[in-house]
């Protein structure tokens, strides 16, 4: 079970990802575009080009989470569209994204 409280740091990247990808996919994405280390244990949330479904990467010092989630009806319309690389969210916004 993932368990993310307030010391985790959640980033969501602003621009669509290829879903096609795996956790080495998300790790580099992490590195080269959001400039973020990804094995510092922080969450990072993907979505698709429609906005029907997301990923969300996590290190735990185990090892690597990939979380998928797709909505069967809808769009997540509240996904942020700054002309910034990443954004960052507490864990109650990120509950209220995945509800």
């Given at each position: 079970?993932?368990?993310?409280?307030?010391?985790?740091?959640?980033f969501i990247?602003?621009q669509?990802?290829?879903?096609?990808?795996?956790i080495?996919?998300?790790?580099?994405?992490?590195?080269r575009?959001?400039?973020?280390?990804?094995?510092?244990?922080?969450?990072?949330?993907?979505?698709?080009?429609?906005?029907?479904?997301?990923?969300?990467?996590?290190?735990?010092r185990?090892?690597f989470?990939?979380?998928?989630?797709?909505?069967?009806?809808?769009?997540?319309?509240?996904?942020?569209?700054?002309?910034?690389?990443?954004?960052?969210?507490?864990?109650?916004?990120?509950?209220?994204?995945?509800?």
């Amino acid at each position: 079970m993932i368990n993310i409280t307030q010391r985790h740091r959640i980033f969501i990247a602003c621009q669509p990802v290829d879903f096609r990808k795996g956790i080495d996919g998300y790790a580099a994405v992490c590195r080269r575009q959001l400039n973020i280390d990804p094995f510092n244990g922080h969450c990072f949330i993907f979505c698709n080009r429609k906005r029907t479904a997301i990923k969300i990467l996590l290190y735990d010092r185990n090892g690597f989470w990939l979380c998928h989630k797709r909505l069967s009806t809808g769009q997540f319309k509240q996904w942020p569209t700054h002309s910034a690389q990443v954004v960052t969210i507490s864990p109650e916004q990120l509950n209220i994204l995945l509800q």
